[in-house]
């Protein structure tokens, strides 16, 4: 599979050719839009600060974690798969308070709280946000 601008502009530049031999009076190019495919609590930036191997958090913690992420629909995993935008830290961050305090112990819960803040002040500082 070629990858790179040259050969998707070369790509198109072909289709376009064929279509027009064939007889087409307009062409209309489609692109292809990515898609991502994820499912699991490690491809989300909690997860990843909560699951990751510089973690404090216990090994039973993690896996509590886990599993509360696991439960919810799959329209808000979708949804936490990307880095908050600017105003939506303090949201998201409420939301994993509710995920998380149920389901962790009060140590757990404290050190993942302190990890995901942590990291989205990082991300903000990072992006100027």
Known sequence: MKTG????????????????????DTVIPANRVPRIKCGSFLDTV???????SQS??????QDAARHAFALLDEEIKRRLYFVPKSGEFVERA????MLLRP????????EAM????????HIKSLSGR
Do not use: N, W
């Open 5 to 24: 601008f040259l050969s998707t502009a070369c790509s198109a530049v072909r289709a376009v050719k064929m279509a027009r031999l064939s007889g087409a």
């Open 46 to 52: 909690e997860g990843c600060v909560i699951c990751g």
């Open 94 to 97: 409420r939301f994993y308070s």
């Open 56 to 61: 404090p958090c216990s090994f039973k913690g």
């Open 103 to 110: 389901a962790l112990s009060e140590d757990d819960y404290h």
């Open 114 to 121: 302190l990890l995901i803040l942590r990291k989205y002040r």
